[in-house]
């Protein structure tokens, strides 16, 4: 199965790409937010995307679709387990970045995921239902991509349950305090260094 690619763009359509990897040309669904990304780019410039591969009995052509980060390939996979959003309608339904979507899951914002394209009342609120705690990492990429920590396994998601479950914070203060912790500290890759950075932050 393909996870990963790093090639030559070859040719930008609407909603795909075709990228030269190893001489092979690969046919690439992108997001539109995804897309909006590599608008600078031009053909004969280097891209590299993380690779959801689809193909089921029901669609047995396989097909691609790129993420810049792992991290925005997670959330997708975490979106698609969403009853009546396949991978497809996902693609379309993600056009804004994947921060903003994952604190409207949390917010419980149900008016904002219906800005999202093709969905209605009744999918964002199943999609609030089924994903609501589960996406609050997600939550903290930064759009402008300072913070890499964040991207590196669940030590977030750990703290976040911690501070709000243990320690009595409210979620969007405990978001705030775990940015505003990665920020200072790009480098943190482990639970405790998180919680030694948050409790700095408050006491400083």
């Not at 909603?15 to 539109?32: F, K, M, T, W």
């Not at 991207?151 to 009595?168: E, R, S």
């Amino acid at each position: 199965m393909i996870g990963y690619l790093e090639g030559v763009l070859l040719k930008k359509e609407d909603d795909r790409i075709l990228l030269l990897a190893n001489q092979v040309g690969y046919e690439v669904l992108l997001p539109s937010v995804i897309m909006g990304t590599i608008e600078s780019k031009d053909v004969g410039d280097e891209i590299s995307l993380y690779i959801y591969y689809h193909q089921t009995e029901r669609q047995p052509k396989p097909v691609l679709i790129g993420f810049n980060l792992e991290a925005e390939k997670e959330f997708f996979q975490h979106f698609i387990s969403v009853e009546a959003i396949g991978p497809l309608k996902a693609v379309k339904a993600m056009s804004c970045p994947v921060c903003d979507i994952a604190r409207a899951i949390e917010t419980k914002d149900a008016g904002e995921l219906q800005r999202l394209n093709g969905i209605g009342k009744r999918t964002a609120q199943k999609i609030i239902a089924t994903l609501e705690g589960k996406v609050n990492k997600f939550a903290l990429i930064r759009k402008d991509e300072k913070i890499k920590a964040v991207y590196t396994g669940d030590f977030v998601d750990k703290v976040f349950n911690v501070l709000v479950t243990q320690l009595g914070h409210k979620s969007t203060d405990a978001r705030q305090l775990i940015e505003d912790a990665l920020e200072q500290n790009s480098s943190i890759s482990t639970p405790e260094a998180l919680f030694d950075e948050v409790y700095k932050g408050q006491t400083g």
